[in-house]
């Protein structure tokens, strides 16, 4: 057993899913040790020293990632108000809520997010990619010029990281989150069809469980069931949300509701999990599952013991899958 997943197969295909999402991407490379990039993106100080005169960040899934970029203007009209963390990766990978700016005034009113996710990738010696997607986009003319917006504000805010990032203060290491469970293989498939089985149903019960749904958005409920006679919302149903995602790159979701009679359900509580896609040839994936938040704690400890041997079967098993096919 991996982090909500079974190994069981099923025959059949999963559909094409073609990628409608529009992706707004900036990158640009610093010249930086990677935990002061980590730094500028995940503290007070790093923020306020390239980005904006105030910040308010909690690094915990769900807390503030409020950026004041005009302290003086009214409540409500002074930047990123009410956003949150959504996921993260230490050292890696942020992500967050992003709302309208106050020159949009019906989509800010409404409560719009889109979500960002700022990755931190090794560059050339002594340099750091930083790459920023922002998804979630809506249609009309209103989301038009939110799209437009930011299609020029996060140049400038990578230009401005570039720039500042000598002013950024040295980090706090000792308040790195746990991320000592990880896997990773190599798949004889192009990401596109790894994204698949990942996240669309008919790809799930191909090679995870026999029974799956999942709803691919922010906040989505992705529910599993090791049980083919079962049904999904019986007691053996396994619950994940779906804390952000880019296509055919990253999935992150937190697993909030175990089957019934699992040994470590308290423990789980807290710890999400991070599936990264890296395209290594155009029929080749490279994919990594990363469990983030599992502390120290003893019931921690039972639970990664736990997890070792099922999130390695896994991964074997998505290779296979791609190697062998479905077991007829």
Partial sequence: MGIGFSLVSVHGTFAETPLKERVLVKETVVRAAREDVWTAWTTKQGLEAFLAPRADIELRIGGKFEISFNPSAPEGQRGSEGCTVLSFLPLEMLSFTWNAPPTIPKLRESGARTHV??????????EIKVRLAQLGFGEGEDWEKYYAYFDRAWGSVLGALKDQISMVAAPDKTDQVDARLQFQTLVAAPVADVWAAFTTKEGI?????????IDLRVGGLWRTNYNR???????????HRIMTYEPNRLLAFQTIGAPAGFPHAEAIKGTWAVVTMTAESPEKT???????????????????????????????GLTKRFEFGEKK
Avoid at 205 to 213: F, K, N, S, T, Y
Avoid at 288 to 303: E, H, I, K, N, Y
């Fill in 229 to 239: 006679d079962g049904s999904i919302g019986d007691p053996g149903t396994i619950a």
């Fill in 117 to 126: 996710i700022v990755y931190l990738e090794d560059g050339g010696p002594d």
């Fill in 205 to 213: 019960e191909q090679w995870m469980v026999p029974l799956a749904e």
């Fill in 286 to 316: 490279k994919v990594r599952l990363a469990s983030v938040g599992l502390g120290r704690r003893p019931a921690a400890d039972a639970m990664v013991e736990f997890f070792q041997e099922g999130n390695r079967v896994t991964l074997d």
